[in-house]
């Protein structure tokens, strides 16, 4: 659904790969905390009215780029949707796959936001602890048609509260890929699922800049 699509784009840009090795700015917060600064500030760079000056563009790219590494650990959710294929893969090529996926994820929802973003806002609504070192915080997107649910999962590391997943309308982002790359590389090497991402990479930034 466009709705899904959208708000996956507005909570799972990632552009850059997690080698870079950042200490979340939120570090010190809740999980709840952890969550609404970036979103917050996110909101706040979607809106800024300098971006929409032609040429402007690449640079609010790059701003989103650089904020969301802050606050999702992409090799935690790059495991996950691996699932066990993730064990037969050596440390190389698993910090290669973890750079695909970041930079696939990237073309795909990144050009979503910029171009669908509307004037959403949204709202926080609770947290609940699952464990001392997990939790999931529940918001929603609103809109002018229709609220749309959005939960978070979350670990305590020891940078902070960094989110490993996110659920839309209750799709969960690391279990709808996990399936994909289950089926994917039932009959292929892991080196052609990053072919393949690789190529889907380059279409979304050819698309991007037109």
């Known amino acids: ?3 899904t ?11 850059c790969t997690i080698l870079f090795n950042t200490a979340p700015v939120y570090a010190t917060d809740g999980p709840m905390e952890a969550i609404k600064g970036p979103v917050d500030e996110l909101i706040s760079i979607l809106r800024d009215p300098i971006y ?5 563009k690449p640079e609010q790219r790059e701003k989103l780029v650089m904020l969301i590494k802050k606050f999702f650990d992409f ?5 996950l949707t691996l699932a066990t294929n993730w064990k037969k893969f050596s440390p190389a090529q698993r910090e290669a796959f973890i750079a695909v996926f970041t930079d696939f994820l990237a073309g795909v929802y990144i050009n979503r936001i910029q171009g669908e973003y509307q004037n959403e ?7 609940k602890l699952l464990s001392p070192k997990k939790a999931l915080v ?3 997107i609103k809109r002018e048609a229709a609220d ?14 960094l989110t490993y997943d996110v659920i839309i309308e209750k799709v969960s982002l690391v279990q709808n890929y996990r399936a994909q790359f289950k089926r994917f590389l039932a009959k292929n090497s892991l080196e052609a699922l990053m072919d393949q991402l690789r190529k ?11």
């Open 200 to 210: 889907k990479t380059a279409e979304n930034k050819e698309t991007a800049g037109k």
């Open 75 to 79: 090799k935690q959710m790059t495991r």
């Open 121 to 127: 806002t949204v709202a926080y609504l609770d947290q």
């Open 148 to 161: 749309i649910p959005v939960s978070y999962r979350l670990y305590k590391s020891n940078k902070g509260w």
């Open 138 to 140: 529940h918001t929603k």
């Open 1 to 3: 659904m466009k709705n």
């Open 5 to 15: 699509r959208l708000v996956l784009g507005l909570i799972c840009l990632v552009a």
């Open 52 to 56: 929409k000056e032609t040429g402007k």
